[in-house]
């Protein structure tokens, strides 16, 4: 048999262990006392569902803002709105600060499948393995449910239609109510083969409904090429790091205090290529990125003093803002705009300048008449060179060092459990047709 390939973070030596499904469910000290009927388990399946959707927000996101824009119509798809009639900015009504609200509901989502999978099981047994194709997609699967946990393991051969290539992948999940907090650990094997193509991928997630989580992926075909996030509910804070041949080496933090979000690329030559920092929730009050020497300022004009209208030509792409009849912000002036006004509005005024010539008047917009006091020049000097000089240092205050390699393996020894390679192997030999 052709061994399987290896795609997504290093697991080879940590995956490649017996069978023994004993030593995989007691690493959550999960003895199973009692036998549960499908109805049962996929009751559990659906609080577990629930109780990450509420922590993803999803179906409660709504947007605020008036119905319609008050405006005056000075000739035929040109309007103008004086910025008294103006609807409010985008606002969200959910506000997740603290884990990824999108990969929370990944996990949801990939939950639901397997419950589909297993509502699908006409032989169903508690924590024994089931056979079942759905989607065209085999699974070998079972689940372990006792009160507050549920634990799921799956193992899947899917052919890509595209490529001759093939997909296996190990999914191992654990679902716990903890002190009345949910708690969960999710590990995925991926693999891809084609005649051309080999990738192996590791993923581990934890976290937890109070904010907080921790998330990485590991290639296991390199030593060195990994991402790594973590977000902490008490300070809300995050920081990420991660190297590809892709991407090169990047980094990125969030200050909650500050409300910055930092980030900075390395090439793999190890000279810098570019950075950004953006300030606020929802749509961003200020916008910097630097691109070598060339820099690029994208300010929230609703966050910016000094202008009262802005005309929009519908027939075209124009879009003016105004201070007393007297226009801002030209082309004339390097800046291009980027509004949009529906039942809520959306304006950004955008320039972009060699790094010598910003000066605290550019930045703040008096230059222009106008004034930006959102973000001061001290704060923003601070922040849009912290990261160059403090990467360093937060990589070791989270355990890490520049050393990706050694990051990789620090990694691979947090993962609890592993896939069962064997039955990897089994599943590729049974479904595969040379």
């Known amino acids: 048999m052709r061994k399987l390939g290896i795609i997504l973070f290093t697991f080879i030596s940590l995956f490649a262990v017996s069978g023994c499904s004993k030593s995989t469910l007691d690493t959550f000290g999960f003895s199973n006392s009692t036998v549960q009927t499908k109805e049962e388990v996929s009751n559990q399946i659906?609080?577990?569902?629930?109780?990450?959707?509420?922590?993803?927000?999803?179906?409660?996101?709504?947007?605020?803002?008036?119905?319609?824009?008050?405006?005056?119509?000075?000739?035929?798809?040109?309007?103008?709105?004086?910025?008294?009639?103006?609807?409010?900015?985008?606002?969200?009504?959910?506000?997740?600060?603290?884990?990824?609200?999108?990969?929370?509901?990944?996990?949801?989502?990939?939950?639901?499948?397997?419950?589909?999978?297993?509502s699908n099981i006409e032989s169903f047994k508690e924590d024994s393995f089931s056979a079942q194709t759905l989607d065209d997609i085999y699974y070998e699967i079972r689940t372990r449910y006792e009160p507050n946990q549920l634990y799921i393991e799956s193992y899947?051969?899917?052919?890509?239609?595209y490529g001759d290539s093939v997909l296996l992948k190990a999914d191992i999940l654990h679902l716990s109510i903890v002190d009345e907090s949910l708690q969960v650990e999710y590990i995925q094997d991926y693999h891809q083969i084609s005649t051309d193509l080999e990738m192996h991928y590791v993923t581990y997630t934890s976290l937890n409904?109070?904010?907080?989580?921790?998330?990485?992926?590991?290639n296991m075909l390199a030593d060195d090429e990994v991402s790594y996030t973590t977000v902490d509910h008490e300070t809300h804070n995050s920081f990420t790091f991660s190297k590809s041949p892709r991407t090169g080496i990047q980094y990125a933090y969030y200050n909650h205090e500050t409300q910055?979000?930092?980030?900075?690329?390395?090439?793999?030559?190890?000279?810098?290529?570019s950075s950004a920092v953006s300030y606020g929730f929802n749509e961003f009050d200020l916008l910097f990125y630097k691109d070598y020497d060339q820099l690029r300022l994208t300010w929230n004009l609703l966050e910016?003093?000094?202008?009262d209208k802005i005309i929009i030509n519908n027939n075209t792409t124009d879009r003016q803002i105004f201070a007393n009849d007297v226009e801002l912000f030209t082309s004339d002036n390097l800046f291009t705009t980027n509004?949009?006004?529906?039942?809520?509005t959306?304006?950004?005024?955008?320039?972009?300048l060699q790094q010598q010539n910003l000066t605290e008047n550019i930045f703040n917009l008096s230059d222009y008449g106008c004034s930006f006091t959102k973000v001061s020049w001290t704060q923003f000097n601070q922040d849009i060179t912290y990261l160059?000089?403090?990467?360093?240092?937060?990589?070791?205050t989270y355990g890490f060092s520049t050393d990706f390699a050694a990051n990789q393996s620090a990694l691979l020894k947090q993962i609890p459990i592993s896939a069962n390679q064997k039955m990897m192997d089994d599943l590729y030999d049974q479904q595969h047709v040379s």
């Open 260 to 273: 910055a979000y930092m980030s900075l690329i390395f090439n793999y030559a190890l000279i810098q290529a």
């Open 156 to 161: 899947t051969y899917e052919v890509i239609p």
């Open 304 to 307: 910016v003093d000094g202008w």
């Open 46 to 118: 659906e609080f577990f569902i629930g109780k990450l959707e509420a922590l993803s927000g999803m179906g409660t996101e709504t947007q605020t803002g008036s119905i319609s824009a008050l405006s005056t119509e000075i000739s035929p798809g040109i309007i103008a709105y004086s910025r008294d009639e103006l609807p409010e900015p985008y606002q969200s009504s959910y506000v997740f600060d603290g884990a990824n609200r999108d990969w929370i509901q990944y996990i949801a989502d990939n939950i639901k499948r397997f419950g589909n999978v297993i």
């Open 209 to 218: 409904d109070l904010g907080d989580m921790t998330s990485f992926r590991i």
């Open 388 to 396: 160059e000089n403090h990467y360093s240092e937060l990589l070791t």
């Open 346 to 352: 959306s304006a950004f005024i955008t320039l972009e």
């Open 339 to 344: 509004i949009t006004i529906d039942t809520y």
